[in-house]
């Protein structure tokens, strides 16, 4: 089984109870121990849904989809209002890396975008470490488009990204090129005989009925979609089961496998 998302799939969670991204066993851990399968679960914080459609492309090249596969979840967003700026709008022309001599701890200040400090290793090698000093362009810096702004490093293309954020965001044309992306990700895994299921964690209960009134007749996408956002909702308090963060805690898991494992057996 594969799991792929965003960080609600990797398990993150900033409460003091768990601390950062430490869900143990999260909502897809428990799915899988149930039906019996071993589980590659991918959770990219901050992702975006073309970094989830990447990952998707370079899962079928390694032929991870393959018919040891039996079951492919994705949790991808459908509506979004975090502004995502390339690494290189955020940061300095120049920057310190080193040390260069291990005896003085001397940094040297060097170009950018030279001496191959920067890699494409791919949306799934990339991910992997985000400690890495010497970040791979794709990485990504997020902002919450919600929060105060004034802290965030503004100049001439920061702007113009924060600007276009807040004009698209959760726009009907946000919600087709959301669902546009999810139905290209079923494509691909379909295509390798893979059975297929989504579902949204994040995002309002209005998303999923507006982008299946874009897609119309022209895809059977909802056909496989699995709605907890709406049944969540319905049952119990947002308050006790997710975080100040927003992640959902250890009972917020617990629920979100509870109301998706009857879809599945």
Not at 50 to 62: F, S
Not at 127 to 142: E, G, R
Not at 166 to 184: G, K, Q, R, Y
């Amino acid at each position: 089984m594969i799991a792929l998302g965003t960080s609600h799939t990797a398990g993150q969670c900033d409460g003091p109870a768990a601390g950062a991204t430490t869900i143990k066993i999260t909502a897809y851990d428990r799915v899988a121990n149930e039906l019996g399968l071993e589980l590659v679960k991918i959770g990219l914080s901050g992702c975006k849904n073309e970094d989830l459609l990447q990952a998707t492309n370079e899962l079928a090249h390694h032929k991870a989809l393959n018919d040891n596969c039996k079951l492919f979840m994705l949790e991808p967003r459908l509506g979004d209002r975090t502004v995502r700026l390339p690494v290189e709008a955020v940061i300095p022309d120049t920057f310190y890396v080193g040390p260069q001599d291990d005896n003085l701890n001397k940094y040297e200040k060097m170009p950018i975008m030279e001496n191959n400090l920067f890699t494409a290793f791919g949306i799934l090698a990339s991910w992997a470490d985000t400690t890495d000093p010497n970040p791979p362009t794709i990485q990504q810096v997020a902002i919450d488009s919600r929060a105060n702004l004034s802290n965030i490093p503004t100049n001439l293309a920061t702007q113009a990204f924060i600007d276009a954020s807040a004009f698209e965001a959760h726009s009907p044309l946000d919600i087709f090129n959301s669902v546009t992306i999810i139905d290209s990700i079923r494509h691909i895994v379909e295509s390798n005989n893979v059975k297929f299921r989504w579902q949204l964690v994040s995002g309002s209960e209005e998303h999923p009925k507006l982008a299946k009134a874009l897609l119309g007749e022209h895809s059977t996408l909802f056909d496989n979609f699995i709605n907890i956002v709406e049944v969540t909702l319905e049952e119990i308090n947002e308050d006790t089961i997710r975080c100040e963060c927003g992640h959902f805690n250890k009972q917020g898991h617990s629920l979100w496998y509870k109301n998706t494992i009857d879809y599945l057996r």
